[in-house]
């Protein structure tokens, strides 16, 4: 797991490095830039775990408001 977390974080370092910084990176959900398997990889993990993380929020705030209130998933 190390090994292939490191190549791909080595790959990718070596992309971003070439690639200038856009400034709706973020807004795209694209991290990081380049064509690579690596580069690629990189950021469906990243959009999984932010995409996760927002479901997450949305359930804590139905157990904060009590008996399944119904809640807006935020940025869904």
């Known amino acids: ?3 292939n977390y490191s190549k791909m974080a080595r790959k990718i370092d070596k992309e971003s490095a070439s690639t200038p910084d856009l400034p709706s990176a973020v807004e795209d959900e694209k991290w990081w830039y380049g064509e690579s398997v690596e580069v690629r990889e990189a950021n469906a993990i ?3 775990s932010l995409h ?3 479901v997450l929020d949305a359930l804590m705030k139905s157990i904060e408001l009590g008996d399944g209130a119904k809640v807006k998933v935020e940025g869904a």
């Open 46 to 48: 990243a959009s999984y």
């Open 52 to 54: 996760t993380q927002i």
């Open 1 to 3: 797991m190390w090994k």
